[in-house]
C-alpha cells in the first residue's frame, strides 16, 4: 500500500494535471496564490537543510575514493578536460543564438524601449532611485578607463568550513571536500577506511530523508507554481519577451544536446534518457535548485540509467558545483542584452572577454540562487564597463521564469556531462544507489 501511494505522487499522471492546476489557479486567483507562495520557501530550506550534509559526505567519500585508487586518476583527468570544454561550449553556443534572436529584440522600436524603462523605474525602490535609473536605454554610454576589480577569487577561499555549511556556501564546502578527502585518502591505518564507511551511513541517511521530501512534491508544486505565476503576472513577461525568448530557445537546444549525449552514453533511446531522470527534470522545474536535485539525479543515473555508482556520485555533485552551465548562458545573453539596450558594439575581442569571464563568473556562481544569481552577472559586466544597475531590475522582474530553464539547463546539462564522463555499471546487483560498494573499473 505504502509503496503504492508512493509511486502516485511521484508520477508525472498525477504531477501534470497538478502542474496545469496550479497555472490556473495562480491566474484566477491570484492574491490567495501568493499566500501559498511560501510553502514553497520552506520545502526548499527543508532539502537545503539535507542537501549539504549529502553534498559533504558524497564529494569527500568520492575524492577520497579518487585518490585512493590509481584506477580513479581517470576521473581527475576527465573532470579537468570536460568541465571546462563544456561550459566553453554553451557559452559559443549562447553567443550564436544571439546573433541569431537578438535578446533586446528591435532597440530601434521606441515603444518596447520605454516598456522596459517603465519596469525598471517600477522595480526601483524609491523616488530618488527611481529618477537615477530613469535612463534613456538606445543611447550608447561613455565608457571608463578605469579597470575593474574581479573578487571572483573570494568565492573560492574557505576560510571556515562550518561558516560556509551554515550559510549555504557550497562552493567553499566543495573545496574544503576535495581538500579533505585527498588528505583522508594518504592516513596510513584503518581509521580513514572507518570513517569513510560512517560518513557511507550518514550519506545513505540523507538520501531516506530526501526521499521523504519527495512525496510533498505535489502539494508544494500547488503553491509555488500558482505563487510564482500570481508574482510575475504579463507585463514584464511581454515587455522583456527577446530576451527571455532567447534564453528558453538556447536553453531546449542545451537540453535536447544534453538528452542525445545520455541517449548515446546509456545506450537507450532519446525518450528514455528524458523517461528515466523525469523526477529530476520534475524537481529540477518545480524547486528551481540545482542542488536539491543532486540525490535525486544520481539515483536515477544509477538506478534508471545503469551508470556506475563510484563514477556517478563523484560526478554529479562536482558537476552541479563547478560546473554551471545554465549561469555561463545566462551571463552571456544577459550581458549581450545589456550592450543591446544601451547601444554597445561588440567586436570579437569583446565576445572572447564575455565568454572568458562568463566561464569565470560560472565557477564563482556556485551557491548563487535567484537574485544573488542575477547580481553576479556584474562580474561580466564590470569587465566591458557597462552598466548594470538598471538592466537587473529588468531580470529579476523576469527571474522565476527563465529560472526554470537556467536550473534544468545546470542539472540536465550536468546529467549529460556525468553521462561522459561516467562508465555504465555491468554488473545488474549494483543498479541500485544504496549498493555498499559500487566501484568498478572506469
Request: proline share 5%; charged share 10%.
Amino acid at each position: 500500500m505504502g509503496k503504492s501511494i508512493t509511486k502516485l505522487l511521484t508520477s508525472s499522471l498525477f504531477i501534470l494535471p497538478i502542474l496545469a492546476a496550479s497555472i490556473l489557479f495562480g491566474i484566477k486567483f491570484p492574491e490567495l496564490s501568493k499566500r501559498l507562495d511560501p510553502i514553497g520557501s520552506y520545502y526548499i530550506s527543508l532539502l537545503k537543510m539535507i542537501v549539504l550534509p549529502y553534498l559533504f559526505t558524497t564529494i569527500t567519500i568520492g575524492i577520497a575514493t579518487v585518490a585512493a585508487d590509481p584506477a580513479g586518476a581517470r576521473y581527475t583527468k576527465r573532470i579537468a578536460f570536460t568541465y571546462p570544454l563544456s561550459m566553453l561550449f554553451v557559452a559559443l553556443l549562447s553567443v550564436g543564438a544571439c546573433f541569431i534572436l537578438p535578446p533586446a529584440g528591435n532597440t530601434s522600436d521606441s515603444a518596447a524601449m520605454a516598456a522596459l524603462g517603465s519596469i525598471v523605474n517600477k522595480e526601483s525602490h524609491g523616488t530618488q532611485a527611481a529618477n537615477q535609473l530613469e535612463v534613456t536605454l538606445a543611447k550608447p554610454i561613455a565608457q571608463s578607463d578605469q579597470a575593474a576589480s574581479y573578487p571572483i577569487f573570494d568565492r573560492f577561499v574557505p576560510s571556515n568550513v562550518f561558516e560556509s555549511l551554515t550559510l549555504g556556501d557550497s562552493l567553499k564546502v566543495v573545496i574544503f571536500c576535495i581538500i579533505f578527502g585527498s588528505a583522508l585518502s594518504m592516513q596510513p591505518g584503518s581509521g580513514n577506511f572507518s570513517l569513510l564507511a560512517n560518513m557511507t551511513i550518514v550519506q545513505a541517511a540523507c538520501t531516506e530523508v530526501i526521499r521523504w521530501l519527495n512525496l510533498m512534491l505535489p502539494i508544494t508544486l500547488f503553491a509555488m507554481v500558482s505563487g510564482q505565476v500570481a508574482k510575475v503576472g504579463l507585463g514584464p513577461l511581454l515587455s522583456m519577451a527577446p530576451f527571455i525568448t532567447v534564453q528558453i530557445v538556447t536553453g531546449l537546444v542545451l537540453i535536447v544536446i544534453s538528452c542525445f549525449i545520455i541517449a548515446r552514453s546509456a545506450r537507450v533511446s532519446p525518450f528514455a534518457a528524458i523517461s528515466k531522470l523525469k523526477q529530476t527534470i520534475l524537481l529540477a522545474i518545480t524547486t528551481r535548485s540545482s542542488f536539491a536535485c543532486i540525490p535525486m539525479a544520481t539515483r536515477e543515473l544509477v538506478e534508471n540509467l545503469h551508470f556506475n555508482r563510484f563514477g556517478t556520485e563523484l560526478m554529479m555533485p562536482l558537476g552541479t558545483t563547478i560546473c554551471r552551465l545554465g549561469h555561463v548562458q545566462y551571463f552571456v545573453i544577459g550581458t549581450i542584452f545589456i550592450s543591446q539596450i544601451y547601444g554597445v558594439d561588440l567586436n570579437w575581442s569583446k565576445y572572447e572577454l564575455i565568454i572568458a569571464i562568463s566561464i569565470a563568473a560560472g565557477f564563482a556562481s556556485s551557491g548563487a540562487s535567484g537574485a544573488v544569481g542575477v547580481v553576479m552577472i556584474s562580474i561580466v559586466t564590470d569587465a566591458l564597463h557597462l552598466p548594470v544597475e538598471a538592466a537587473i531590475a529588468l531580470f529579476i522582474a523576469v527571474d522565476p521564469i527563465i529560472d526554470v530553464s537556467r536550473t534544468l539547463v545546470l542539472v540536465y546539462g550536468n546529467c549529460a556531462v556525468t553521462a561522459m564522463t561516467t562508465p555504465l555499471e555491468n554488473d545488474p546487483a549494483l543498479w541500485t544507489s544504496e549498493a555498499p560498494d559500487a566501484r568498478a573499473a572506469a
